[in-house]
């Protein structure tokens, strides 16, 4: 079975500092991994999506990056933090891009003070 | 454009009553249609999905979904509700394989309440 793994689970950071939130998957080759961002009380927008390794698309620009140094793994970061980084990130996977079921992880807050 | 709309941003309902939350989507194409709850502090868990086929769906606890091409309509649907059920959900549309990739549009989400 498959199984999505982010970490950490929350995290309180000042302004200005930087930013590293990861996310594996097991148990699946290949996958398309995903991160999406979610504002408290809020709907879900992507941020990235990546096919392959070492290969990211970038949907919005929030002054956030994404790199897939690996095949099952998949990192979202920033230089950086400003307030309005706040809220739920999520990183998902899906078989293939075909518009597919997504699986998502169990999220990390983010507290930007 | 693709958009979902959820119209009940809150809906509270009594233990053991029946359930309906509403979602409409715009898409020109045909659509991949999924509903998905949120658990507080949880991430994203899949109810169901439509692909084709019966426009009525069965998911998972219970829940249902039907589709209308006509009202452009994907309501969830659950015929005793539970205090567990109490969460958030979302419904969400995917074109089909466009070019633009896997593309998902998420709907506000309507926040549930179950009441004694």
């Known amino acids: 079975a498959q199984t999505i793994h982010q970490w950490p689970v929350a995290e309180i950071k000042a302004v200005g500092s930087p930013l590293s939130l990861g996310c594996t998957i097991k148990?699946?080759?290949?996958?398309?991994l995903y991160w999406y961002w979610q504002a408290t009380g809020g709907t879900l927008q992507q941020l990235f999506y990546?096919?392959?390794?070492?290969?990211v698309e970038s949907v919005v620009q929030l002054n956030l990056s994404a790199s897939r140094p690996k095949d099952d793994q998949f990192i979202l970061s920033t230089e950086k933090l400003l307030l309005s980084h706040s809220g739920f990130y999520l990183c998902?996977?899906?078989?293939?891009?075909?518009?597919?079921?997504?699986?998502f992880g169990e999220g990390s807050r983010l507290i930007v003070v | 454009a693709q958009s979902v709309t959820q119209p009940d941003a809150r809906v509270t309902v009594s233990e053991g009553a029946s359930l309906q939350l509403r979602c409409k989507y715009s898409?020109?194409?045909?659509?991949?249609l999924f509903w998905y709850v949120q658990y507080p502090r949880q991430g994203l868990q899949l109810l169901l999905k439509?692909?084709?086929?019966?426009?009525v769906v069965q998911g998972v606890n219970g829940f249902e979904a039907e589709f209308s091409k006509s009202n452009s309509s994907f309501h969830l649907r659950k015929a005793s509700v539970h205090w567990s059920d109490s969460a958030v959900y979302f419904c969400?549309?995917?074109?089909?394989?466009?070019?633009?990739?896997?593309?998902?549009?998420f709907g506000q989400g309507t926040s549930l309440s179950v009441v004694p």
């Open positions: 998902a996977w899906s078989r293939d891009n075909s518009g597919n079921t997504l699986y």
């Open positions: 148990g699946k080759s290949s996958p398309n």
């Open positions: 990546s096919i392959t390794v070492g290969q």
């Open positions: 898409y020109s194409g045909t659509p991949y």
């Open positions: 439509y692909y084709s086929g019966d426009p």
């Open positions: 969400v549309l995917s074109s089909i394989a466009s070019s633009s990739f896997s593309k998902l549009v």
